[in-house]
């Protein structure tokens, strides 16, 4: 029998648009409270709208969660309000996809920090409180390409990998303090990722891709199972992806 997350805190990083957003209106559909992070304080202001319209409380911070003290700035304000996470949905990422000659060290950089550094430091930010109190949720939106190498996409997959890897020693390292880790790795997933830096809006081939929905009811699904069940890595593909 799957477990309620009534009134529990969820928080969940790049909450602004797609998958981030998705997740945390699933969840605060649950009944969870939620707290939302993203660089866009006015998209996360309307989110936060929507989310007390449901009747659960939400606390927007907005930042970098790829920056050190913007991350300690959000580990104090969630604490101020709520006392502690339960879920804590690592979602911030980007992408560029081309042959490896025509990246830059920026983009390697931009990449790695934001699919990577965002995980380590948010993790490493509220992991401690998980553990004293011998409960929490620790979910990874990762990817297909944390799992293949794919062609045109050699750092986007080392970013994925390597949180696919964090993701794996963690399960291993929380499992005795009763904390559960996830990791989803959709395929192709339509919403507003990689626009301008391998994707084009108005692509019709994005029509055929997941939803955000369909990501966000995967964490739902991760956060909701029975307390001697855990659920690692979930797998997810469109119908139509050629994998």
Same mark, same amino acid.
């Given at each position: *029998?799957?477990? !309620? ?5 969820? &928080?969940? $990083?790049? +909450?602004?648009? %797609?998958?981030?957003? @998705? ?87 931009? *990449?790695?920090? !934001? ?5 380590? &430091?948010? $993790?490493? +930010?509220?992991? %401690?409180?998980?553990? @004293? ?108 992806? @050629?994998?």
């Amino acid at each position: *029998m799957a477990v !309620t997350i009534q009134d529990k805190v969820a &928080l969940i $990083t790049g +909450a602004s648009r %797609g998958i981030g957003r @998705a997740a945390a209106l699933a969840l605060a559909a649950e009944g969870a409270h939620v707290v939302v992070t993203a660089r866009t304080q006015s998209e996360l202001e309307s989110l936060a709208d929507e989310i007390v319209t449901m009747g659960r409380r939400a606390l927007v911070v907005a930042g970098d969660a790829a920056n050190e003290d913007d991350v300690k700035r959000l580990h104090a304000e969630t604490m101020a309000e709520f006392g502690h996470v339960d879920i804590l949905v690592n979602n911030a990422g980007v992408g560029k996809y081309g042959p490896l000659g025509n990246l830059s060290v920026a983009d390697y950089d931009w *990449m790695m920090n !934001t699919n990577m550094r965002t995980t380590f &430091l948010v $993790t490493h +930010a509220f992991l %401690g409180e998980m553990q @004293a109190r011998k409960q929490g949720n620790i979910v990874f939106i990762g990817s297909v390409a944390g799992l293949k190498g794919l062609p045109m996409e050699a750092v986007y997959c080392a970013s994925k990998h390597a949180q696919y890897g964090f993701a794996t020693a963690l399960d291993a390292e929380c499992r005795e303090h009763n904390i559960k880790v996830s990791y989803i790795a959709p395929g192709g997933v339509h919403t507003y990722f990689a626009f301008g830096t391998g994707r084009t809006q108005g692509d019709p081939v994005l029509e055929e891709f997941l939803d955000s929905e369909d990501v966000a009811e995967a964490v739902v699904f991760a956060v909701m199972q029975p307390p001697k069940s855990r659920v690692f890595l979930i797998g997810m593909r469109p119908m139509r992806e @050629a994998l």
